[in-house]
C-alpha cells in the first residue's frame, strides 16, 4: 500500500499526517461544492445527445469496482435489446486521438486498460475520450442509443439521467476527509442525490445495493483450458486500486499467497521482471493487468489471470430500469434543441 493510501485508510500513526493537509482539505471542498452549484444553476454549460445517460462513478479516489458494474450493465441492456455505448475517459491511454474508438485493431496500451477490458468483455462501442461530452455525441453519431459513462460522476458538463455511485465495502471512505488530506472527491452527502448506491463486496443497508465480484479459477494467460490447481503457491499481482481486495480473492479461491509483485493502480511492469517471478512462483494477475501483457503473452508460460464477473441482485437492475422510463421526456427533450 502506497504512502497516501496509508494516510487516508488505515488509523494510528499516519493520521498525523492529515492535521497539514486539513486546510487544503477544506478549500478543495469548498471548489467542488461551488462548482456543482454553478452546474446546477446553469451558470456553466452542460449537455448531451439525446440518449438515456447512465454515469457509473463515486466519490472516491482509485477503484472501488466502478468497471465491472458498466461491463454488468452493458451486457444487461445489450440482452434488452439496446446498442449500449460505453465512454471512458481512457486514463493513462497512449494515443493522439482526441476521440478513439476502441476496436479490433486497438490494444491496451493505446486505449487504457479498462476501456480495452470492456469492450474485449462486452463488443460494445467504447470510445475514450477526456471530453465526455463530445465522446458521448461520438458514441450517439455511431449509433449508441443508451450511453454508459465509466467514471463520470464528476464530470458535471455532461448532463446525466441516471447516477450510480459504487462504494469500496471494505475501505468505505477511509478517514472521511476530502482531497489532499483524504480520499473523497466530493462529501459523503452527495450519495443522497444518486439513483443508487451500490456496496462492492460487502452487505448494503437499507436503500442500497449489493455488488459481488465473483472470481473464477486462475487460468494461464496463454491457455484457458489450463487451470491453476487449488492449493498452488503464487505471487500475486493486482494493478488496482485496493490490491488487498485480490489477494483475498485469490486466498478465498484457495490460492497460497508467497510472494507479491508491487505494481500502481493501472501500472505497467516490465516484461522480463514477471518471466523472472514466475520462475519461482506462477504469477497470478487481474485481468485489468492481463490485458496489458496480450500481445506478450506467448512468452508468458506461467502466468495465469483470475476473471471476476459482477453480480447484482434483480432489485437493482428492476430500479434502473424504471429509472430509465422515467428519464425518457428528459432525453426526448434534448432531441427538439
Known sequence: MSFINKIWYEKGIYSIFTLPLLPFSLMFRGVVSIRR???AHDFLASDAPAVPIIVVGGINVGGSGKTPLCIALALYFQEQGYKVGILSRGYKANTDKQTLLVDDSVDAKSSGDEPYLMYQKTKALVVIDAD?????????????????????MQHYALKRDIEIAVVDGIRRFGNHFSLPAGPLRESISRLKSVDAVVINGEVAKSGQYSMLLKPKAAYAINCETNILAKGTKVCAMAGIGNPKRFYKTLQDLGYELADSIEVADHGVVELEHIVKKSQTYPVV???????KYELYKQNLDNVYVVEVNASLGRDFYANITSRLKDCMYAVNKRQKK
Open 37 to 39: 452549484m454553478l452546474y
Open 285 to 291: 494477475m487481474t485481468q485489468k493487468d492481463a490485458v
Open 132 to 152: 465526455r461530452v463530445r465522446g458521448a455525441f461520438y458514441l450517439k453519431d455511431l449509433g449508441a442509443d443508451l450511453i454508459i459513462c465509466d467514471d463520470g
